[in-house]
Structures are given as C-alpha cells and as structure tokens.
C-alpha cells in the first residue's frame, strides 16, 4: 500500500520485478472507475538501491480514494512489474513518530478524565426456607 497526498506531484519508491528504464503505468480510481495512463522515461524513474523512485508525474489524486497500480514493461500491457494500491490521504504520517492513518480522525472526541472510580452495588442473599 503506498499512501500519497492529493498535491499536484508525488513521488514514491517501489521494488519492480523487472528493471527497465521506460514502463507504462495506469491508475484507475475505485470510486469512479476512471483509469489515467502515464508513460515512464528517465525523467520520472530513477534506479538506486535495487529500487525504482518514481517522480515528477502529475497524478491529481482525490483524498480518500483508494486507486489501483499498475506498471507494465511494454506499450501493449502485457508485461506486468508491478501491482500496487495507493491511498489518498492529508493526513501527516512519520512512522518513526507513531504518527499513523486513523481512519476516524476528527470524527469524535475522546473523553481524557481521569475519573477511574466506579460504585459496586452488592445484593443482599436471602436464603430460601427449606420446605
């Protein structure tokens, strides 16, 4: 899952199956069904550390869709190097700083008392008359 933010440009790094150094990628949105083809040159792949960083590709992302991507070797799309999803979000995330996606941020409140104490209500037995 590669999570981006819905800016103008995005960039993000992927382990293909197959290095190349022109790929065709196509995007199709979950919600609408609505797919963008883009083709990959040496302005937007470079190769290091047995990665592909993708760059400097105008992807118009809407927040809080969920998309699927693909990226084949060959024109026809018949080779496929990789497969991926990709999620839209504003929200900051820095992993290294337990800052992670939550799926209901801003929806609710959560209550900080620190009011722990509680009433136990206890029965009184009452014994039954052996008959």
């Keep these: 899952m ?3 933010k819905p800016q103008a440009t995005n960039r993000f790094t992927i382990i293909p199956r197959e ?3 022109t790929a065709f ?6 919600s609408t069904n609505n797919t963008k083809e883009h ?4 302005l937007n792949i470079s190769i290091s550390n047995d ?6 590709l105008i992807l118009n992302l809407v927040e809080g869709h969920f998309y699927d991507l693909t990226l084949y070797s060959d024109a026809e799309k018949t080779k496929l190097i990789y497969k991926d ?4 979000t504003i929200q900051e995330l820095n992993q290294l700083e337990n800052q992670y996606y939550k799926i209901n941020k801003d929806q609710y409140t959560t209550y900080d008392g620190n009011n722990n104490d509680y009433i136990v209500i206890w029965e009184k037995e009452t014994k039954r008359d052996n008959l």
């Design 51 to 56: 990665s592909y960083k993708i760059q400097n």
């Design 2 to 4: 590669i999570l981006l």
């Design 85 to 88: 999803r990709i999620f839209c």
């Design 19 to 21: 290095y190349v150094t």
């Design 25 to 30: 990628m196509t995007i199709r949105d979950d």
């Design 39 to 42: 083709t990959l040159g040496l």
